[in-house]
T-cell receptor
């Protein structure tokens, strides 16, 4: 069965430190998509990145980077030089297959606290 | 352009009452989703629309929950005989995918409706 695990419930770091949020997924499909969303205290889910199962290239966007490794079924997210505004709950999610079922399967989220 | 909008932002009701939650997707998005999020948890899938039809309603918890999207744009989630356990944030998302060839289209979320059943 499909599953997304974010083992870190809460992480607290001091501003400017680097921090990595872990995501491990389970799926039997060979075609799938992985996502990261940010949920700040305001509550709205903000899309960060989408990665398909055929593209294992790492991606960097400013201070954000993502490491996708199919061999370990992981899709980890690193924030470099963290800032207080990065404080939020971060969710990893999985969407399987090419057919009509597009529902996202979500991890439980990691609460990230960046202290000034 | 405008994002996904949801109304009301907050709804307080009494146990046993009927409620309707509205979602207005991003213009042009054919796919629409409803999720429910309880405190401290990830969202839980409820139902997915492709156009006017419900393509997947496997997440609806029971027959008190029902959703419609009559014109393929705005959707309404309806909850009958509300129970305290229905209290949660109800999230709506839309995406441009859903034609069978664009799986994994990114879902963009609205701000949610916070439902409290007393």
């Amino acid at each position: 069965a499909q599953k997304v695990t974010q083992a870190q419930t809460e992480i607290s770091v001091v501003e400017k430190e680097d921090v990595t949020l872990d995501c491990v997924y389970e799926t039997r499909d060979t075609t799938y998509y992985l996502f990261w969303y940010k949920q700040p205290p305001s509550g709205e889910l903000v899309f960060l990145i989408r990665r398909n199962s055929f593209d294992e290239q790492n991606e960097i966007s400013g201070r954000y980077s993502w490491n996708f490794q199919k061999s370990t079924s992981s899709f980890n997210f690193t924030i470099t030089a963290s800032q207080v505004v990065d404080s939020a709950v971060y969710f990893c999610a999985l969407s399987e297959g090419w057919d009509s079922n597009y529902q996202l399967i979500w991890g439980a989220g990691t609460k990230l606290i960046i202290k000034p | 352009g405008a994002g996904v909008s949801q109304t009301p932002s907050n709804k307080v009701t009494e146990k046993g009452k009927y409620v309707e939650l509205r979602c207005d997707p991003i213009s042009g998005h054919t796919a629409l989703y409803w999720y429910r999020q309880s405190l401290g948890q990830g969202p839980e899938f409820l139902i997915y629309f492709q156009g006017t039809g419900a393509a997947d309603d496997s997440g609806l918890p029971n027959d008190r929950f029902f959703a419609v999207r009559p014109e393929g744009s705005v959707s309404t989630l309806k909850i009958q005989r509300t129970e305290r356990g229905d209290s949660a944030v109800y999230l709506c998302a839309s995406s441009s995918g859903g034609d069978g060839t664009r799986a994994g289209s990114t879902q963009y979320f609205g701000p949610g409706t916070r439902l409290l059943v007393l």
